[in-house]
């Protein structure tokens, strides 16, 4: 039997590859923009969305990999290649650090817990404001922009160095939640203390799998840093840790592609709703109301649903 | 009947505030045996059971599993090393497939090559092979409590603890049930909290009736039938 929801994803990789001969220079960067910012997403789906942990402090991950790959490209001069590694080291172990302390609480008191522990990072960004220059970020020059020898601060580098990374956090996530360690992670979402009782220790699952949205978040981060040349302390806000979660939750929380399309559906929303008016935080929200109301597990959640078995054959 | 000792409990207590749930009991499974555990509402039973699966950990005594101390064990620590629990109330993931529900049970123990196979082994086991694909929240309570038992069975348990497993199943499938737990021993070794007399007296080799958080009486069916003070606490006799 062929292997259909790898022919699914595949097929969204094609046409991502397609675009990029196709889409006119603003939504080419923008799309590129959309990909870096769905590995986040991805890496925060992994917790909420299939292992069920909600997470208000993600930022702090995305952030780890954010200063992780600037700071070194900057202050001490590592190389584009050393520093992308050095942020995704970063955001691994934040989230590992954080999951050692966080996870010894669930539900609410983890929503606080690690809204603290971003929060507090967010406020050293600004305290260390010598080194990370605070709220008007660090600019990354155009020459230490590279990798390997490319040069992502060039728009075609750039949109397929996205979707190179975008394509293997995809992948590693789908093979990921079809592995019998996917499974795991689901049971511990909808009913940790039967998981338990089938013998897997919650914390080392919950853990496992916080460290690895960890390393998604600190990929996207060191990625977002060097293709876009600039890291900010309004990366590490409370914004930056709710919106993962609204891209997730409309594009469907628990599912592999979900994550991608609601990152893609919220940049595009914002940006037709500026054209119109300056309130676009009330577009977005009407449209939160909205998903919450008529499609709860969000666009390919509703549409998964709709297939049935065919469904959960498509789209895991 | 089997001598060996497979679990041994002494001088086990749990308290609950003023609620003396547990309260001194000494307790010998052998080894191959249904043994089922009885008694009035509130007894303790399913405390009893917590005590030993881990999920309620112990206040004073000890609790022995082939010979090893497993009294501060975490309780998924103990199903690794041979105790299943089935829960009271069925507690299915209502959200996966049938066959993940089973998959579960079986990729714990490390059988990677062999899942899909021992899975579907597990499912034919209870009569559930041809619902694998099956959203398991969608199956009817008969059919839910018999994957809550091929859940606890995929976990090649050496003592598997049921919870009131018949509650809820039709005649018919009380049968069925009956059969399969038969079916188990000597191999393995099944304790089981049991409301229906009729299940209790037909399969078990020995029962023990708790009250008040305390042993009343332990032998087997017929034994158990003919004492007094069981007849006065339980079943309803005038002794």
Known sequence: MTDRALLSHLGLLAVLFAAHWLLPAYHHDAVAKVLVLSVYAMGYNIAFGYTGMLSLGHALFFAAGLYGAAMPLTLWGWTGGTALAAGLVAGTAMAAAVGLLALRTRGVSFMIVTLMFAQAFYLTILYLGRWTRGDEGIVIAQPLRQVAGFDLSNGATRYLAALLLFALALLLCLRLVRAPFGRVMVAMRENEERARMLGYNPFTVKLAALTLSGLYSGAAGAAYALMFGYAGASLAGVQYSILPMLWVLLGGAGTVAGPFLGCLLMFYLIDYASALTSATLLVVGVALVALVLFAPKGALGALRERLGKEGRIWLP | ?239
């Open chain 2, 1 to 239: 009947m089997a001598s060996l000792t497979l679990l041994e409990a002494r001088g086990l207590v749990r308290h609950f505030g003023g609620l003396k749930a547990v309260d001194g009991v000494d307790f010998d499974l052998a080894e191959g045996e249904i043994h089922a555990l009885i008694g009035p509402n509130g007894a303790g039973k399913t405390t009893f059971v917590s005590l030993l699966s881990g999920r309620t950990p112990v206040q004073s005594g000890t609790i022995r599993f082939e010979g090893r101390d497993i009294t501060r064990l975490p309780a998924h620590v103990r199903v690794r090393q041979g105790i299943a629990y089935t829960f009271q109330i069925t507690q299915v993931f209502a959200n996966l497939t049938v066959f993940d529900n089973v998959a579960l049970a079986v990729q714990g123990r490390g059988a990677s090559k062999r899942l899909a196979r021992e899975t579907r082994a597990a499912l034919d086991r209870v009569g559930l092979g041809d619902r694998a694909d099956d959203v398991a929240g969608t199956l009817s309570y008969g059919h839910q409590r018999l994957l809550e038992i091929a859940m606890g069975l995929a976990l090649n348990p050496r003592l598997l603890i049921l919870d009131e497993p018949t509650q809820g199943l039709a005649i018919g499938e009380i049968e069925a049930f009956k059969r399969l737990i038969e079916g188990l021993v000597p191999e393995r070794t099944v304790l089981l909290i049991e409301h229906n007399m009729d299940v209790v007296m037909d399969l078990a080799h020995r029962i023990t009736v708790l009250n008040f958080g305390q042993v009343l009486a332990t032998g087997t069916p017929e034994a158990i039938r003919a004492n007094a003070a069981v007849q006065a606490a339980y079943l309803g006799g005038q002794a």
